[in-house]
């Protein structure tokens, strides 16, 4: 049979000189009419055990056995135990084990099994045991109860290494039999074989491993008289390490002494192990860091690849969170980045380019460059991401690393490696100003030949958005203009838009603009067409408010929100016009704004879309009657809020639903006593300003374990519209039944009771939706200056930028942006830029200047289409 699994072996892998694989035009009813063979007399053990493989190759290729048919071939084969040919008696341990699954009354074989288990062949017992654990269910396992504890501690390695690794995988379905085993499993804990004694610690540690105290005491048992395993020493550092995660991690533990006592053990596998368990502990300092480091360092030289590859790994993931440690290695490192194993030179480089210091930076492109064209894709993916957090760490750098980052570009490579450049790339422009009209013309040259869809779409829109604000934005327009003439439809309608851009923001740019999309009218493609006509229309009107809000910032709304709007607008038919207002809007950038960035095909999908968390929420608001009216929902506060502790008799969480002129609050609560009901559950609300409370819609009914709602409809101030942030009050109050935990029978008679619940806090966000404004100034001119509003206020507890912009952003609960939440270092000024939705349907801008001297100051501009939001935001910074 060894010759036989030879020949085949060389057969599989043709560049060996072999034909191709023998089993790949298998059909299953042949090689089932060839089971047949199994029934003669005497047995061919040679060709039965050639069947029996190709048996198994079927089941492996995820061949479809039915039931009738696996059992009648596993009957078939069990009439092969009459034969003594070892090959053939392993095959048919291999075949039980495959088929155990399938095939019906495999337990037949139960006899046979236990015969060879007992029996005096030691290549035999084993593989039986391994079989006769794989077809016994719980039932019948106290049968071989007694064979498999002799099993357990029997001087063959191999027979107890199977008993041990069987009990394992027994325990998922008989945990209270197999932890009977525990003594014999001790026994072979002190095994002088390797894998035997790995074996009996994993079955020890499994059956122990929600008891912590009994893992603590397991541990620092074998670890006190020492192992014979290294096998054995790497579970129980990571054992060590898991309790130490779970504990409050103190360096002072002796698991931790133990996982550093491990780094001078005499395996090189231990000593890793306990390295590594060192780095991925959570809040290592460096210092605590340093001895693994060191033993990391000494691997980086050794002449096995395999340790040079598993160090300079180690060390890449450290240098995310210490690159100060790992900076003593990077000698070792850059001795690395020529090595012959290009894995590992990889790593070095990406390891030497989070730790390198600004000099050292022009040198590493060098040594990258001379091998960039050896190594895969995947590690070009490493590299590329490792220069894009270098350009956030030293901004000066920017103008040597896009060189390489765009002689990268312009090599062969795929689209996830392309798409990690031209991120990186991306990221570089719109932080720097300096590099933008660089970037850009180098991304303009990629997209005359880029294949990848995708990428083009991206850069466009990139060009459209940033192109006009540059010195001499119609440069851009013969890059872009060719991708109508050059390219299919999905890249035509991304230069279709990024064209119209460049005409709402250049007005002597706007004749040629103009056109230009005039040609793009008579397109093939719809989707082109009709891009082209919209713009077209929009442009001619030459407003600055329309090409605001339909070119340059494009809806805030929900897209499978406006779609079910319309489609309910069009069934129920109305004389009022269609409310853009009642469309929910995005919590995220909208599919029109990434239009650019994806495939048009895959925005153009017809299937229904996924209701969205508001909208599902939406429908069970509108489901309760005391809601009629409200009109449609606006906001829903993105996480529930705990009102108790969770360990406390009732769990209650409490939702923010806001609307219009009313805020509806959804109290999700849990009875967590299993001897109580509580029946007309409300929460009272108490306000501190002049919010009223409407009703209380109960929960009726609250059994054991079993979740229920009750809602509190409250109107907002009218008399003080300005007075938005509130304090609640709040009172569970509910009818006690008590009820018999087994049985489940309930009181009739019942007794009033209540419950203190935590205060609820409305803020200004709960009143304003996040919206995304890609282009900010387009947006503050759009609002206009009629309701325009201006102050300055002192931050006196602020004493950094990067606070105060924090803060702001998460009071106010709007999306900053132009990436202006990112404050540069080494500045005292800053301009917060944020873009909002005021319940109502309000758009609300807020420009915020900022100035550090010993405390921050900040000047707030807000602008609305209504006096309202402008004074609300005024009257709740100050």
């Known amino acids: 049979m060894g010759s036989q699994r030879k020949g085949h072996c060389q057969k599989q892998h043709p560049e060996k000189g072999g034909g191709s694989n023998p089993f790949q035009h298998l059909e299953k009813s042949a090689v089932l009419q060839e089971a047949r063979v199994f029934n003669e007399t005497p047995i061919n053990p040679r060709k039965c055990a050639h069947i029996l493989t190709k048996i198994l190759y079927l089941i492996n290729q995820g061949e479809h056995l039915g039931t009738t048919e696996a059992t009648e071939a596993f009957f078939a084969m069990t009439k092969l135990f009459q034969s003594n040919d070892p090959t053939l008696r392993r095959m048919c341990y291999l075949t039980i084990k495959e088929m155990s699954c399938i095939a019906e009354d495999v337990i037949i074989v139960t006899s046979s099994l236990t015969k060879d288990m007992t029996g005096k062949e030691d290549n035999y017992r084993g593989p039986a045991v391994r079989a006769l654990c794989q077809i016994t269910d719980s039932t019948m396992l106290q049968a071989i109860e007694r064979y498999m504890k002799q099993a357990i501690v029997d001087k063959v390695p191999s027979v107890s290494s199977s008993a041990l690794v069987s009990s394992l995988h027994l325990l ?34 499994h059956v122990r491993k929600n008891d912590r105290l009994a893992v603590s005491k397991m541990i620092s048992k074998f670890t006190r008289h020492g192992l014979k395993s290294p096998f054995a020493y790497c579970m129980m550092i990571r054992v060590a390490g898991k309790q130490l995660e779970e504990e409050d991690g103190s360096r002072d533990s002796p698991l931790f002494d133990f996982i550093e006592s491990c780094l001078r053990n005499k395996h090189e596998m231990v000593v890793y192990e306990a390295a590594s368990a060192i780095v991925n502990l959570p809040g290592c300092s460096a210092k605590e860091l340093a ?28 240098a995310m969170k210490h690159p100060s440690a790992v900076t003593a290695c990077n000698l070792d490192l850059e001795n690395l980045v ?80 392309k798409r990690a450049i031209v991120d990186c790339i991306i990221s570089i422009i719109e ?43 119609s440069k851009y327009i013969r890059f872009i203009y060719n991708r109508v003439v050059l390219e299919h439809e999905e890249v035509r309608a991304g230069a279709v838009s990024a064209l119209a851009k460049f005409g709402a923001q250049n007005e002597e740019m706007l004749p040629s603009i103009l056109v230009l999309l005039k040609r793009c009218v008579m397109d ?39 779609e079910r709007a319309l489609q ?114 409300t929460v009272q609300m108490e306000p501190t300003e002049a919010y009223e409370v409407l009703c209380c819609v109960p929960a009726r009914s609250l059994p054991y374990n079993q979740p229920g709602t009750c809602y509190t409809l409250v109107a907002l101030p009218r008399d003080e519209p300005t007075a938005v942030a509130c304090t609640f009050s709040c009172m569970m109050k509910f009818t006690v039944k008590d009820c018999d935990p087994t049985t489940g029978e309930t009181d009739e008679e019942g007794y009033e009771d209540e419950y203190v619940l935590e205060d609820l806090e409305v803020t200004v966000a709960d009143h304003i939706q996040k919206v995304m404004k890609v282009n900010f100034e387009a947006a503050w001119d759009e609002v206009g200056d009629e309701f325009e509003k201006e102050e300055t206020f002192t931050l006196s507890t602020i004493k950094t930028l990067e606070e105060a912009v924090g803060n702001i952003v998460k009071f106010l609960g709007m999306h900053p942006c132009e990436r202006s939440d990112r404050v540069p270092e080494n500045k005292n000024t800053h301009a917060l830029l944020l873009a909002g939705v005021f319940r109502g349907g309000h758009d609300i801008l807020v420009r915020s200047r900022l100035l550090l001297l010993d405390t921050v100051t900040m000047q707030v501009t807000a602008r609305s289409s209504e006096e309202l939001p402008v004074d609300v935001i005024l009257a709740s910074v100050g």
């Open 172 to 205: 998922k379905c008989s945990f209270d039999v197999v932890k009977r085993w525990v003594n014999e499993a001790q026994e072979a804990a002190s095994s002088d074989n390797i894998m035997v004694q790995y074996h009996a610690l994993g079955l020890l540690y």
């Open 291 to 318: 001895p693994a480091v060191s033993v990391l360092q000494l691997f980086c030289s050794s002449p096995k690849a395999a340790l040079r590859y598993a160090a300079v790994r180690t060390l890449n993931k450290v």
């Open 338 to 417: 020529t090595d012959s194993n290009r894995s590992i030179a990889t790593l070095a480089i990406t390891t030497l380019l989070k730790t390198g210091s600004e000099s050292s930076i022009d040198r590493l492109m060098k040594q990258i460059s001379s091998f960039m064209s050896e190594i895969s894709d995947e590690f070009k993916v490493v590299v590329v991401q490792a220069i894009s957090a270098l350009c956030q760490k030293y901004p000066r750098k920017h103008a040597v690393l896009m060189n390489f980052l765009f002689t990268m570009l312009r090599e062969e490579g795929g689209f996830e490696y």
């Open 431 to 473: 932080e720097n100003a300096e590099s933008k009209e660089t970037g850009l013309s180098h991304l303009c040259e990629f997209i005359e030949d880029c294949e990848f869809t995708v990428l083009a779409t991206r850069i466009l829109h990139l060009l459209g958005q940033e192109g006009p604000k540059t010195n001499n934005p």
């Open 524 to 562: 093939d493609d719809n989707e082109v067409r009709d891009r082209a006509t919209f713009y077209l229309n929009v442009l001619e009107q030459k407003q600055k408010a329309l090409n605001a809000g339909y070119i340059l910032n494009g809806l805030t709304v929900s897209i499978p929100g406006l």
């Open 568 to 681: 309910q607008y069009t069934l129920e038919p109305s004389e009022k016009p269609f409310d853009l207002k009642s469309v929910p809007l995005a919590t995220t950038p909208t599919a029109e704004q990434r239009t650019e960035t994806a495939p048009i095909a895959a925005v153009k999908q017809p299937e229904k879309v996924a209701a969205t968390r508001q909208e599902i929420f939406q429908e069970q608001l509108a489901a309760v009657p005391e809601f009629q009216g409200l009109g449609p929902l606006f906001k829903s506060s993105p996480e529930p809020v705990a009102l108790t502790e969770s360990e406390t008799e009732y769990v209650i969480r409490c939702t923010k639903h806001t609307f219009t002129e009313h805020m509806v609050f959804q109290f999700d609560c849990t009875n967590t006593l299993n001897d109580q009901t509580l029946e007309n559950v």
